[in-house]
């Protein structure tokens, strides 16, 4: 039997789809942009196209007039950090910097279908772990993305396949296949972060400039 809406999942989905609306029926394309929303203590659904507050949700994103996700470069002040975080737990910076890219593009307020958020892609339990109070804050998230990283690396004895299949998938699927588990997306992800490290290694060693073509999140 299929659990009838909520008045609340009712007043989400009218409010999303009011938005929508309004953009569908806009004379010309709508600007690049994004869709926010959040809750009040009363229960009614507060949208914008800006995050005001941390309040705010991400719903979706779009390009000009296509409503696809935008594509991101590497600001400078995420690859200050992620260093200053992999020197501080010794994890390796291109690896990290090519899971930031497959992860979430270098969005900093990306959020996927699946909960995931910011940089490093931070699911609710693993910000919990970590103690991360804004998952969207770049500095918090990419300090516990790199933390669990480097808890991952120890479990599996530096293991980096099996690292980042436990940090896509989880270390309880990366135990129950002894492996990388059979799942399309994870070892698209293996894949994919290990060649962009692979690349940053290989630009670092001839000091040429980084290049962030678009690469698809990995939670979706």
């Known amino acids: 039997m299929r659990r009838r809406r909520s008045r609340l999942d009712l007043l989400f ?4 789809a009011a938005t929508l609306l309004a953009l569908a029926l806009a004379p010309r394309p709508a600007a690049a942009g994004a869709l ?21 949700n991400k719903v979706m994103m779009w390009q000009n007039g296509d409503y696809e996700a935008s594509t991101y470069a590497l600001d400078p002040q995420y690859k200050e950090i992620a260093s200053s975080a992999c020197k501080t737990y010794e994890v390796d910076e291109n690896l990290v910097l090519a899971m930031m890219r497959v992860e979430s593009n270098f969005n900093s307020e990306a ?3 699946k909960g995931a958020q910011g ?11 970590y103690r991360v ?7 918090d998230n990419i300090y516990a993305g790199v933390l669990h990283l480097k808890a991952l690396l120890l479990k599996y004895q530096g293991n980096e396949k099996l ?6 998938a989880g270390s309880g699927a990366v135990d129950k296949y ?6 399309p997306e994870t070892q ?15 630009q670092a060693l001839n000091g040429s400039p980084e290049t962030q073509p678009s690469a698809s999140a990995a939670h979706d």
């Not at 926010?36 to 005001?52: N, P």
């Not at 940089?119 to 772990?129: D, K």
């Not at 690292?163 to 896509?168: D, Q």
């Open 163 to 168: 690292a980042l299949a436990a940090y896509n």
């Open 188 to 202: 698209t992800y293996v894949k994919l972060v290990l060649k962009f490290r692979d690349q940053y290694r290989e």
């Open 111 to 113: 959020i996927s279908r």
């Open 119 to 129: 940089l490093m892609q931070l699911m609710p339990e693993t910000a919990r772990r």
């Open 36 to 56: 926010f929303y959040y809750v009040d203590k009363d229960g009614v659904y507060h949208f914008s196209d800006q995050r005001k507050t941390p309040q705010y």
């Open 178 to 183: 002894q492996g990388i588990p059979p799942y």
């Open 133 to 139: 109070s804004d998952t969207f804050n770049p500095r």
């Open 13 to 16: 989905l009218a409010g999303v």
